[in-house]
């Protein structure tokens, strides 16, 4: 883990910080205002964004790696806790929505990271990522924390999404002025975001990615189904008296 909880404390209270949560918060609003929820849970450092959370969800938890830190959020009384980010102390099926930001691209492993999520997610909830564009330049500056840890490509977060059985649902970009840019061009830091939507969409300095929890439906090993074929007895329906016998024969 090399993003602790107060150096992206500091960093988000430089201008910089200002202006990179503000480009990047409105994109976060443009899909979490599409609908609201129940329960939220932020994975991560989301603090500069959790006001703008917390208008789309009823309730919004938060919870961060031992090893990043812990920054609380003093409304309604604390509501951050120190977790493993792959064994959270939440119960199965809790959440409408997770999202995680400064988290996934500084962690060692990923799948478990999302598995976890998967877990504490209700069925078709959703999961929003925030992590680093590795073709955007804010990867490249070291003064920034979108420099730390594992940039991402679109494709790369698509499929570290389906292997966690998300399924991707909507891709898009944000953050494209550039970091070396002074405070006096921080004024056209929203023109920036309309432009390079518009012409230079792959060059932003973060992805964003929304995916639904997938629930597979399967027969269970060890079944009356599944032993009925093995042993080649014959299947007959539980209700109702049979029209039709099948009877299951293996091959020689």
């Not at 917390?54 to 409304?75: K, N």
């Not at 975001?193 to 990615?209: D, S, T």
């Not at 269970?220 to 009925?228: F, H, N, R, V």
Request: positive net charge.
């Amino acid at each position: 883990m090399n993003l602790e909880a107060t150096r992206l404390r500091n960093w988000y209270a430089t201008a910089q910080g200002k202006v990179a949560a503000d480009m990047v918060g409105s994109a976060m609003t443009r899909w979490l205002s599409r609908s609201t929820v129940d329960r939220t849970l932020t994975l991560g450092y989301p603090h500069p964004y959790l006001e703008r959370i917390r208008t789309w969800s009823d309730q919004v938890f938060g919870a961060s790696p031992a090893e990043m830190g812990v920054m609380p959020w003093p409304v309604q009384g604390n509501r951050f806790a120190q977790v493993r980010a792959d064994a959270l102390p939440f119960a199965d099926a809790l959440f409408d929505r997770v999202i995680l930001v400064h988290l996934l691209e500084a962690v060692e492993e990923p799948h478990a990271v999302l598995r976890e999520a998967w877990r504490v997610l209700k069925p078709l909830g959703r999961i929003l990522l925030v992590v680093p564009n590795r073709q955007g330049l804010w990867a490249r500056c070291e003064a920034t924390p979108f420099a730390s840890g594992t940039a991402f490509t679109p494709g790369a977060v698509r499929r570290v999404l389906e292997e966690a059985l998300f399924e991707p649902r909507q891709a898009g970009f944000a953050l494209y002025l550039p970091p070396w840019m002074g405070q006096r061009w921080h004024g056209f830091a929203p023109a920036c975001e309309q432009a390079g939507q518009r012409w230079f969409a792959p060059f932003g300095g973060v992805l964003l990615n929304e995916a639904q929890k997938v629930v597979l439906a399967r027969t269970p090993l060890g079944s009356p189904l599944e032993t009925a074929k093995k042993r080649g007895k014959a299947i007959i329906p539980l209700t109702g008296k049979p029209s039709v016998r099948v009877r299951v024969r293996h091959k020689p």
